[in-house]
């Protein structure tokens, strides 16, 4: 069945350091959803990629969608304390059904 | 102030008790999801509904029943069925495959 596996699942950065974070689903997406949930929160829309390649950039934070419409990933330069949360990327699957990463858990030390 | 709520914050259910999560949106969205957040873990899908009077259950939707009489709500309701229901309840709109607006969530403890 459908999977999107994201890796790494924990990731521990000293502030000041940059961040990445893969997502890869077993299935060609129609576009790409990231989502932040900070501790206690709940998902918070960041942004959505739809072209095959597309890169879109939200200041420090840089989102790729793969050729093949298959991965992406995030990147954050230079992480800040409130970077601190999960982040989760997500597809549309038949019938609107989405399917969610398993999600990257960000601690930054200050 | 349009957006999606949820309640209670917190719920508490006794060993054969159902209980019944609300979920309420005026963002007019005609697609509405329930998902179930662990510790540590990522969002699996219960149910979904993509329009009034249907839905579709997702991965988990095993102890778990909903109800969609009206575009602004979409209940949840935990049945004694489900043996393990401790967790983070998540409800979710959107317009099709675009962005979801998720609620603040409930969190259901079992006494």
């Known amino acids: 069945g459908q999977q999107v596996m994201q890796i790494p699942q924990y990731q521990h950065v000293q502030e000041g350091e940059d961040f990445t974070t893969y997502c890869n689903s077993s299935t060609t997406l129609s576009n790409i959803q990231w989502y932040k949930q900070r501790p206690g929160g709940h998902p918070v829309f960041l942004i959505q990629?739809?072209?095959?390649?597309e890169v879109k950039k939200q200041k420090r934070l840089t989102f790729q969608f793969g050729e093949a419409k298959k991965n992406s990933s995030l990147h954050i330069t230079a992480t800040q304390t409130t970077d601190v949360g999960t982040y989760f990327c997500?597809?549309?699957?038949?019938?609107?059904?989405?399917?969610f990463g398993t999600g990257t858990s960000l601690t930054v030390i200050p | 102030d349009g957006g999606i709520t949820q309640s209670p914050k917190y719920l508490f259910r006794k060993e054969g008790q159902n209980v019944t999560l609300s979920c309420e949106q005026n963002?007019?969205?005609?697609?509405m999801y329930w998902y179930r957040q662990d510790p540590g873990q990522g969002l699996r899908l219960i149910y979904y509904?993509?329009?009034?009077?249907?839905?579709q259950k997702g991965d988990i939707a095993e102890g778990y029943s909903v109800s969609r009489e009206k575009k602004e709500s979409f209940p949840l309701t935990v049945t004694s069925a489900q043996k393990n229901p401790t967790a983070f309840y998540l409800c979710?709109?959107?317009?099709?495959?675009?962005?979801?607006?998720f609620g603040p969530g409930t969190r259901l403890l079992v006494l």
């Open positions: 509904s993509q329009i009034v009077n249907d839905f």
């Open positions: 990629l739809v072209k095959s390649g």
């Open positions: 979710a709109s959107s317009i099709g495959e675009e962005t979801q607006y």
């Open positions: 997500a597809g549309p699957v038949t019938g609107n059904q989405f399917y």
């Open positions: 963002l007019n969205h005609d697609a």
